[in-house]
């Protein structure tokens, strides 16, 4: 059971957050816990669909955004956004299993999403204190300069959701995935 109330319809949030969650159960087909518990705060929830929407935009691949959120989820322990990420890289982004895993792992077995991945990692391990040669090294790989910023801001974003809902306990509504093996 989540630690604040996670609304348990759209009618039953704020009346503010009422039209976000809609606009999200339009795009998705429903409206995910995550939504739900983040839509107790309706400028919380506009902040992270502005960035999110935003983000989607970008110059990323879907896959590639997919992939950073597997690695990041993965190593801030969010058992929600695993079982989230993991979903949508498969049914979505269209990800192999094999590819999902050496993600979580915070890895890639595409040279260039590779790079994106392990620079993600790099920069939650050192909480953004990443050495220059860090960037230049996913810029050797063939990152722009917006991409690079995009795989900053994806961090970010994904950090956000995996506090949010490791802090909140958000009942997971996907199906749930394993622990990797140390």
Same mark, same amino acid.
Not at 153 to 181: C, E
């Given at each position: 059971?989540?630690?604040?109330?996670?609304? %348990?319809?759209?009618? &039953? +949030?704020? !009346?503010?957050?009422?039209? *976000?969650?809609? =606009?999200?159960? /339009?795009?998705?087909? @429903? #409206?995910?816990?995550?939504?739900?518990?983040? %839509?107790?705060?309706? &400028? +919380?929830? !506009?902040?992270?669909?502005? *960035?999110?929407? =935003?983000?989607? /935009?970008?110059?990323? @691949? #879907?896959?590639?955004?997919?992939?950073?959120?597997?690695?990041?989820?993965?190593?801030?322990?969010?058992?929600?956004? *695993?079982?989230?990420?993991?979903?949508?890289?498969?049914?979505? #982004?269209?990800?192999?299993?094999?590819?999902?895993?050496?993600?979580?792992?915070?890895?890639?077995?595409?040279?260039?999403?590779?790079?994106?991945?392990?620079?993600?990692?790099?920069?939650?391990?050192?909480?953004?204190?990443?050495?220059?040669?860090?960037?230049?090294?996913?810029?050797?790989?063939?990152?722009?300069?917006?991409?690079?910023?995009?795989?900053?801001?994806?961090?970010?974003?994904?950090?956000?959701?995996?506090?949010?809902?490791?802090?909140?306990?958000?009942?997971?509504?996907?199906?749930?995935?394993?622990?990797?093996?140390?």
């Amino acid at each position: 059971m989540s630690r604040i109330p996670t609304p %348990s319809s759209i009618d &039953a +949030a704020p !009346e503010a957050s009422r039209e *976000l969650l809609q =606009a999200v159960q /339009k795009q998705l087909g @429903s #409206a995910p816990n995550l939504f739900r518990i983040v %839509s107790n705060s309706p &400028a +919380a929830l !506009e902040g992270y669909l502005g *960035l999110n929407g =935003a983000l989607a /935009k970008g110059a990323l @691949s #879907a896959p590639t955004r997919e992939r950073i959120a597997l690695a990041v989820a993965e190593i801030n322990g969010c058992d929600y956004c *695993l079982a989230a990420h993991s979903y949508l890289a498969e049914h979505i #982004a269209k990800l192999t299993g094999a590819e999902i895993l050496a993600n979580r792992k915070g890895g890639s077995s595409d040279a260039k999403a590779d790079a994106a991945v392990r620079f993600a990692v790099e920069i939650v391990l050192s909480r953004g204190g990443v050495p220059a040669e860090a960037v230049e090294k996913v810029k050797a790989a063939g990152y722009s300069d917006a991409e690079i910023v995009e795989i900053i801001a994806h961090v970010a974003l994904n950090t956000l959701t995996n506090y949010m809902n490791s802090v909140l306990d958000t009942a997971i509504d996907f199906p749930t995935v394993s622990k990797i093996a140390a």
